[in-house]
């Protein structure tokens, strides 16, 4: 069975960064482009971010663009996201999901548990 | 951006009965070398992450039941519930994946009358 694992998410203060991981395992990695996904606290799903299986493309929200990174180590089955001048409307969880090919152009079938993302003072 | 509408905001539906929901896209999803519509459908019940329930309009994904289905082409979908059991109490949702940034509908909540 495919697997997805988030961690990162805690609490950071408006302007400060952080950085998501997810750990993918029982699928060969680089096959498929990946996502993340937010929810906000009583709100609806936002898609955030896709990467290519080979992380040679990449694209972007216009609400995270510029402050966001989307990145994938394939050695390492793991998916990134790093997240710099966080806002409090960045308070989310998060969640990463597999796209259904190596594009990122495509439905995500497999989707994490996701990991909360707090930004207050 | 394409602008993602679902209609009814919400719904209450009797064990058994049909459950509609639809999906409006402000552009259309259908890709015209392949033929496919870029749409999906998503079922998130209260502390789920989402679950996929049918991709390219109307492909069950595997292991859905069949008493979902999808629909439509170009800028107008529906998903339907035949026949809805007391599991299928959720908030469903239309994403668009044809052009970037891909986007979500507001979502439809669903529950037994």
């Known amino acids: 069975d495919v697997q997805l694992l988030e961690s990162g998410g805690g609490l950071v203060q408006p302007g400060g960064s952080l950085r998501l991981s997810c750990a993918a395992s029982?699928?060969?990695?680089?096959?498929?482009?990946m996502s993340w996904v937010r929810q906000a606290p009583g709100k609806g799903l936002e898609w955030v971010s896709v990467?290519?299986?080979?992380?040679?493309?990449?694209f972007y929200a216009g609400s995270v663009k510029g402050r966001f990174t989307i990145s994938r180590d394939n050695s390492k089955n793991t998916l990134y996201l790093q997240m710099n001048s966080l806002r409090a409307e960045d308070t989310a969880v998060y969640y990463c999901?597999?796209?259904?090919?190596?594009?990122?152009?495509?439905?995500?079938?497999?989707w994490g548990q996701g990991t909360t993302v707090t930004v207050s003072s | 951006d394409i602008v993602m509408t679902q209609s009814p905001d919400s719904l209450a539906v009797s064990l058994g009965e049909r459950a509609t929901i639809n999906c409006k896209s402000s552009?259309?999803?259908?890709?015209?070398?392949?033929?496919?519509?870029?749409l999906g459908w998503y079922q998130q019940k209260p502390g789920q992450p989402p679950k996929l329930l049918i991709y390219?309009?109307?492909t069950r994904e595997s292991g859905v039941p069949d008493r979902f289905s999808g629909s439509g082409s170009g800028t107008d979908f529906t998903l339907t519930i035949s026949s809805l059991q007391a599991e299928d109490v959720a908030v469903y949702y239309c994403?668009?994946?044809?052009?970037?940034?891909?986007?979500f509908g507001p979502g439809t909540k669903v529950d037994i009358k």
């Open positions: 390219w309009a109307s």
């Open positions: 552009q259309s999803v259908l890709y015209s070398s392949n033929n496919k519509n870029y």
């Open positions: 994403q668009q994946y044809y052009s970037i940034p891909f986007t």
């Open positions: 999901a597999k796209g259904e090919g190596g594009s990122g152009y495509s439905s995500m079938n497999v």
């Open positions: 990467i290519s299986g080979g992380g040679d493309s990449t």
């Open positions: 029982g699928l060969v990695f680089t096959n498929y482009g």
